[in-house]
């Protein structure tokens, strides 16, 4: 109820006020890493340096018998 009819609103604004009366009003960021999330591509980007070439695959000599 408080934060719909603008009670926390209201006390937040005074302490702001008091905090920057008194120069004690300091800015620190802080991001919670859980909420930041990387690029859909992030996770499978090539690493720097040279490509490494695909192993050789040996076909089968035929389908598995079961």
Known sequence: MWAVDGTWERVF??????ADADEDL???????????????HAAGARKK???RANPTT???AGPAAD
Not at 26 to 40: F, Y
């Open 13 to 18: 604004t005074a302490l702001m006020a008091q």
């Open 49 to 51: 340096g040279p490509r």
């Open 26 to 40: 300091n800015w620190a960021v802080s991001v919670d890493s859980t909420i930041v999330r990387a690029h859909q």
């Open 58 to 60: 040996t076909p089968s």
